[in-house]
């Protein structure tokens, strides 16, 4: 995850063009929303996806935990454990912990995607800038795609149609990171955000029964998972985008 850190600090030093624009400064007191936004939006796009999904496809939702109620039993200590308190455990663990945790991995790639290719992009304008940046950041995912990351293998079209739903996935996500990161002025909220992405992503496996398609669902990374992403993408391309932004540092 620090390779697109890596690449823009070797760049930087190649072109010889400065550390003026790195978009490191934090700018809190006026971007204080946008860092909010990031830490609570991916939890409720993912939750709003997994719904969906569970909505359109009902035979795969557990509402006994079957899987989970198995875990804990294989440990006399957790055996009678709520496994309905196990997920709000796992919930409020995602939303309150890991952005910052996982912060200290997504940085290595926002410090490359928002700090140095979004900006590069801007003068595309905005909403390209957008769309560009989220599929060059998924089609840097495909190498681990087509060795069963996200979306295992076996399933129709694989590997083609799982590295094509990664970047369907990236441009839906990096639109949101794209805009914290340009409203705020700053890689930061970007940083927060796709760690509370990485943090919640795994939620509906809890919920899960049988055997769904991963390019449905219900992790956000699937079609019907990724819809409140979705959602919240074409808001801001909608309603938000459009606009160039310059470095504030």
């Known amino acids: ?39 609570v939006v991916p939890a409720l796009a993912t939750i709003v996806g997994a719904a969906v999904f569970f909505a359109l496809l009902p035979r795969y939702f557990d509402p006994d935990l079957t899987m989970l109620r198995g875990m804990l039993a294989q440990n006399a ?41 979004l900006p590069k992009l801007l003068p595309l304008g905005e909403r390209r800038a957008m769309l560009v940046s989220g599929v060059i950041w998924g089609v840097w995912h495909w190498p681990v795609i087509a060795m069963g ?3 295992g293998f076996g399933y129709p079209g694989a590997p083609w149609t799982g590295m094509l739903l990664m970047v369907w996935f990236t441009v839906v996500t990096g639109c949101f990171l794209a805009w914290a990161t340009l409203r705020a002025g700053s890689v930061w909220p970007a940083v927060i955000g796709h760690a509370a992405i990485n943090g919640i992503s795994a939620l509906g496996v809890l919920l899960v029964q049988g055997n769904p398609s991963s390019l449905l669902g219900p992790l956000p990374v699937g079609l019907l998972g990724s819809l409140g992403w979705a959602a919240v993408a074409g808001w801001i391309l909608w309603r938000h985008a459009g606009r160039r932004q310059a470095p504030m540092d």
Do not use: C
């Not at 072109?15 to 400064?25: A, F, N």
């Not at 455990?89 to 700090?115: C, D, H, K, M, Y």
């Open 77 to 117: 200590q957790t055996a009678t454990m709520n496994p309905w308190l196990i997920v709000a455990a796992q919930l409020g663990s995602a939303v309150l912990i890991a952005p910052l945790l996982n912060g200290l991995f997504t940085f290595g790639e926002e410090f490359g995607w928002r700090g140095y290719l």
């Open 1 to 39: 995850m620090w390779a697109p850190a890596l690449a823009h600090v070797l760049t930087r030093l190649l072109t010889r063009e400065g550390w003026q624009d790195t978009w490191l400064r934090p700018h809190f007191k006026r971007g204080w929303r946008y860092w909010l936004a990031a830490w």
């Open 149 to 151: 990351h996200n979306y």
